[in-house]
């Protein structure tokens, strides 16, 4: 049996209009980064999926979410306040790095909106990894806590606009500037932006075994 954990809403903080860092007490929770929780308000039936955004060594959890227009549990996260309770069930899931790779290993982050999730639990839980964040959004406003990665190691893809690192897609990106072969590559967000790089990353001669992917809807 799963077990269903509660932890009170510490804080809701909004970045953009529709996206939002919910963030939860700890209350001892162990994860491995890359890792989702299942969570809801307490009470309620309803749960989704959200990866982790914090690092290991925060004391609280906190997931980023984009609130979806016909959606319910993205919805209803967003109007919580500060003492109320959700369930959380979890952590679950194997989109994590190799303990062996995490020294050596050079990491390729491709993330679409709020699938940079994973990646921002993992480079600030990693300060020393050698990674690179490819970040597809519409505007920059949507490059959520840019600061929080490394200085050039975090590359912004704004697809509406000029607004951010570089001007287009994240796929157009790996089309102009091809990966090299030995890349861990990680890919997390919605399905077509996966198929799409998986393919790319293909044909420039990533082998299979170096792609992850954790598809969101
Ligand atoms: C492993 C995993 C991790 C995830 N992590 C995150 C995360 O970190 N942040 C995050 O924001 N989401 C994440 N998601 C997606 C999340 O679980 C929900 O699907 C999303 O928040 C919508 O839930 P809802 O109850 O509001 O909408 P629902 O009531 O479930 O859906 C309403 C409608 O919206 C569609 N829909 C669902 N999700 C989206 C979407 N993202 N964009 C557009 N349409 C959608 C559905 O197909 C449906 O038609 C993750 C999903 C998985 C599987």
Redesign the pocket.
């Known amino acids: 049996m799963i077990d269903v954990r509660v932890h009170e809403v510490i804080s809701v903080r909004h970045i953009t209009e529709s996206?939002y860092v919910l963030r939860l007490e700890r209350n001892g929770l162990d994860f491995i980064p890359g890792q989702?929780i299942s969570i809801g308000k307490a009470g309620s039936i309803?749960k989704?999926?959200?990866?982790i955004?914090s690092s290991l060594a925060d004391d609280f959890i906190e997931?980023?979410?984009?609130?979806?227009?016909?959606?319910?549990?993205?919805?209803s996260l967003k109007k919580m306040k500060p003492g109320e309770k959700i369930e959380l069930e979890g952590p679950?899931?194997f989109?994590r790095l190799k303990p062996e790779d995490e020294l050596s290993g050079k990491f390729l982050f491709i993330a679409s909106?709020?699938?940079i999730?994973?990646f921002h639990s993992i480079a600030k839980s990693h300060p020393g990894l050698n990674y690179t964040v490819l970040h597809g959004v519409r505007h920059a406003e949507e490059g959520y806590d840019k600061k929080d990665y490394s200085n050039g190691k975090h590359i912004l893809c704004t697809s509406r606009d000029g607004s951010g690192d570089y001007y287009g897609h994240v796929t157009d990106y790996l089309r102009e500037n091809s990966v090299a072969k030995d890349t861990l590559c990680y890919l997390c967000g919605?399905v077509e932006m996966i198929n799409d790089v998986y393919d790319i990353l293909e044909e420039q001669g990533v082998p299979s075994g170096n792609m992850h992917a954790?598809?969101?809807?």
């Open positions: 996206t989702y309803d989704r999926d959200y990866s955004y997931v980023i979410i984009r609130e979806v227009k016909e959606g319910s549990v993205s919805k679950f899931g989109f909106g709020t699938g999730s994973p919605n954790e598809v969101y809807f």
